[in-house]
Protein backbone atom coordinates (compact mmCIF):
# COMPACT_ATOMS: atom_id res chain seq x y z
CA UNK A 1 0.00 0.00 0.00
CA UNK A 2 1.21 3.38 -0.92
CA UNK A 3 1.24 6.31 1.23
CA UNK A 4 -1.65 8.05 -0.54
CA UNK A 5 -3.81 5.08 -0.25
CA UNK A 6 -2.96 4.82 3.78
CA UNK A 7 -3.50 8.43 4.10
CA UNK A 8 -7.01 8.19 2.02
CA UNK A 9 -7.84 5.36 4.79
CA UNK A 10 -6.73 6.80 7.77
CA UNK A 11 -9.12 9.93 6.92
CA UNK A 12 -12.05 7.54 6.14
CA UNK A 13 -11.65 5.46 9.44
CA UNK A 14 -11.10 9.26 11.33
CA UNK A 15 -14.41 10.59 10.09
CA UNK A 16 -16.24 7.03 10.52
CA UNK A 17 -14.66 7.41 14.38
CA UNK A 18 -15.81 10.81 14.68
CA UNK A 19 -19.21 9.94 13.44
CA UNK A 20 -19.44 6.61 15.70
CA UNK A 21 -18.28 8.69 19.17
CA UNK A 22 -20.40 12.33 18.03
CA UNK A 23 -23.02 11.08 16.31
CA UNK A 24 -25.07 13.18 13.63
CA UNK A 25 -25.20 16.25 15.63
CA UNK A 26 -21.09 17.03 15.42
CA UNK A 27 -21.70 16.66 11.54
CA UNK A 28 -24.54 18.35 11.26
CA UNK A 29 -23.35 21.72 13.65
CA UNK A 30 -20.52 21.82 11.33
CA UNK A 31 -22.82 22.34 8.48
CA UNK A 32 -24.81 24.65 10.19
CA UNK A 33 -28.08 22.76 11.27
CA UNK A 34 -29.67 22.50 13.89
CA UNK A 35 -28.28 19.59 16.49
CA UNK A 36 -30.90 17.25 17.99
CA UNK A 37 -31.11 19.09 21.30
CA UNK A 38 -32.24 22.42 19.53
CA UNK A 39 -34.78 20.27 17.39
CA UNK A 40 -36.01 18.83 20.92
CA UNK A 41 -36.00 22.53 22.29
CA UNK A 42 -38.41 24.30 19.57
CA UNK A 43 -40.61 20.86 18.95
CA UNK A 44 -41.12 21.37 23.12
CA UNK A 45 -41.83 25.12 22.23
CA UNK A 46 -44.61 24.29 19.18
CA UNK A 47 -46.02 21.74 21.53
CA UNK A 48 -46.53 24.07 24.41
CA UNK A 49 -47.75 26.98 21.98
CA UNK A 50 -50.21 23.64 20.52
CA UNK A 51 -51.26 23.31 24.26
CA UNK A 52 -51.63 27.01 24.66
CA UNK A 53 -53.77 27.74 21.27
CA UNK A 54 -56.77 24.32 22.02
CA UNK A 55 -56.57 26.01 25.50
CA UNK A 56 -57.97 29.30 24.07
CA UNK A 57 -60.10 27.35 21.51
CA UNK A 58 -61.91 25.53 24.71
CA UNK A 59 -62.02 28.69 26.25
CA UNK A 60 -64.23 30.14 22.85
CA UNK A 61 -66.35 26.67 22.79
CA UNK A 62 -67.63 27.14 26.33
CA UNK A 63 -68.79 31.07 25.80
CA UNK A 64 -69.89 30.49 22.80
CA UNK A 65 -72.19 27.65 24.70
CA UNK A 66 -73.04 29.78 27.64
CA UNK A 67 -74.30 32.22 25.17
CA UNK A 68 -76.31 29.85 23.42
CA UNK A 69 -77.84 28.59 26.31
CA UNK A 70 -78.37 32.37 27.28
CA UNK A 71 -80.38 32.65 24.03
CA UNK A 72 -82.26 29.62 24.66
CA UNK A 73 -83.22 30.82 28.16
CA UNK A 74 -84.02 34.25 26.82
CA UNK A 75 -86.57 32.50 24.02
CA UNK A 76 -88.13 30.37 27.03
CA UNK A 77 -88.85 33.78 29.43
CA UNK A 78 -90.17 35.43 25.81
CA UNK A 79 -92.53 32.28 25.41
CA UNK A 80 -93.85 32.13 28.98
CA UNK A 81 -94.19 35.72 29.15
CA UNK A 82 -91.47 36.18 31.65
CA UNK A 83 -90.11 39.93 32.20
CA UNK A 84 -86.16 40.57 32.86
CA UNK A 85 -85.22 44.53 34.10
CA UNK A 86 -82.42 45.61 35.13
CA UNK A 87 -82.19 48.13 38.33
CA UNK A 88 -81.98 51.42 35.95
CA UNK A 89 -85.22 50.93 34.37
CA UNK A 90 -86.25 51.27 37.88
CA UNK A 91 -84.82 54.57 38.93
CA UNK A 92 -81.22 52.46 39.97
CA UNK A 93 -80.26 51.05 42.85
CA UNK A 94 -80.12 53.65 46.16
CA UNK A 95 -78.15 51.91 48.70
CA UNK A 96 -78.21 48.17 48.30
CA UNK A 97 -75.15 46.97 46.59
CA UNK A 98 -75.97 43.55 44.82
CA UNK A 99 -73.60 40.61 44.76
CA UNK A 100 -74.92 38.57 42.41
CA UNK A 101 -75.76 39.38 38.48
CA UNK A 102 -79.35 37.90 38.72
CA UNK A 103 -82.31 37.86 41.38
CA UNK A 104 -85.90 36.48 40.91
CA UNK A 105 -87.77 39.37 42.18
CA UNK A 106 -91.22 38.09 43.73
CA UNK A 107 -92.55 41.28 44.94
CA UNK A 108 -91.58 45.26 44.58
CA UNK A 109 -93.25 47.65 47.38
CA UNK A 110 -93.31 50.97 48.01
CA UNK A 111 -94.15 50.32 51.51
CA UNK A 112 -90.79 48.61 53.14
CA UNK A 113 -92.49 46.94 55.51
CA UNK A 114 -94.58 44.69 52.97
CA UNK A 115 -91.40 43.85 51.55
CA UNK A 116 -90.00 42.69 54.90
CA UNK A 117 -93.43 40.83 55.33
CA UNK A 118 -92.58 38.52 51.66
CA UNK A 119 -89.14 38.64 52.76
CA UNK A 120 -89.90 36.56 55.87
CA UNK A 121 -92.16 34.02 54.04
CA UNK A 122 -89.77 33.20 51.45
CA UNK A 123 -86.98 33.01 54.25
CA UNK A 124 -89.28 30.78 56.18
CA UNK A 125 -89.58 28.61 52.99
CA UNK A 126 -86.16 28.13 53.05
CA UNK A 127 -84.45 30.60 50.52
CA UNK A 128 -82.06 33.23 50.81
CA UNK A 129 -83.32 36.63 50.66
CA UNK A 130 -82.36 40.12 49.81
CA UNK A 131 -83.90 43.39 50.04
CA UNK A 132 -83.21 45.38 47.29
CA UNK A 133 -83.89 49.01 47.43
CA UNK A 134 -84.15 51.10 44.44
CA UNK A 135 -84.11 54.86 43.62
CA UNK A 136 -87.60 55.34 42.65
CA UNK A 137 -89.32 54.27 46.42
CA UNK A 138 -90.07 51.20 45.65
CA UNK A 139 -88.07 48.12 47.73
CA UNK A 140 -88.17 44.70 46.17
CA UNK A 141 -87.49 40.97 47.40
CA UNK A 142 -85.25 39.14 45.50
CA UNK A 143 -84.51 35.62 45.43
CA UNK A 144 -82.21 33.02 44.06
CA UNK A 145 -79.23 35.21 43.49
CA UNK A 146 -77.21 33.51 41.34
CA UNK A 147 -74.11 34.80 38.42
CA UNK A 148 -75.97 32.19 35.76
CA UNK A 149 -78.97 33.19 33.88
CA UNK A 150 -79.52 29.40 33.27
CA UNK A 151 -79.71 29.00 36.86
CA UNK A 152 -81.82 31.69 37.65
CA UNK A 153 -84.60 30.80 35.30
CA UNK A 154 -84.72 26.97 37.13
CA UNK A 155 -85.12 28.88 40.01
CA UNK A 156 -88.13 31.32 38.39
CA UNK A 157 -89.53 28.06 37.58
CA UNK A 158 -89.36 26.97 40.70
CA UNK A 159 -90.27 29.66 42.71
CA UNK A 160 -93.53 30.53 40.21
CA UNK A 161 -94.83 27.51 42.17
CA UNK A 162 -94.53 28.44 45.85
CA UNK A 163 -97.46 29.74 47.67
CA UNK A 164 -96.17 33.12 48.45
CA UNK A 165 -94.86 33.78 44.66
CA UNK A 166 -97.07 36.46 43.47
CA UNK A 167 -97.82 35.98 38.87
CA UNK A 168 -95.78 38.63 38.36
CA UNK A 169 -92.35 37.79 39.30
CA UNK A 170 -89.63 38.68 37.46
CA UNK A 171 -85.44 38.42 37.03
CA UNK A 172 -83.28 41.29 38.05
CA UNK A 173 -80.14 41.66 36.35
CA UNK A 174 -77.81 43.60 38.07
CA UNK A 175 -75.00 45.09 35.18
Known sequence: MNMESMKKIFLL???AGIAAFTGCDAFRSLAGKPT???IGIK???????????QKRIDSLKRIEKSLADSLAVMDSLKQGGGTILNPSSMGGLYTTKLDY?????IGAFTQRS???RLLVKARDAGYITTLISFRN????????Q???LEKAFAALKKIKEE????????ILVNE
Not at 43 to 53: G, M
Not at 101 to 105: A, C, H, Q
Open 163 to 170: PFCPKDVW
Open 43 to 53: KAVIDSLNVAH
Open 13 to 15: LAI
Open 36 to 38: STE
Open 137 to 144: GYNAVGLS
Open 101 to 105: RYYIV
Open 114 to 116: YAE
Open 146 to 148: TDH
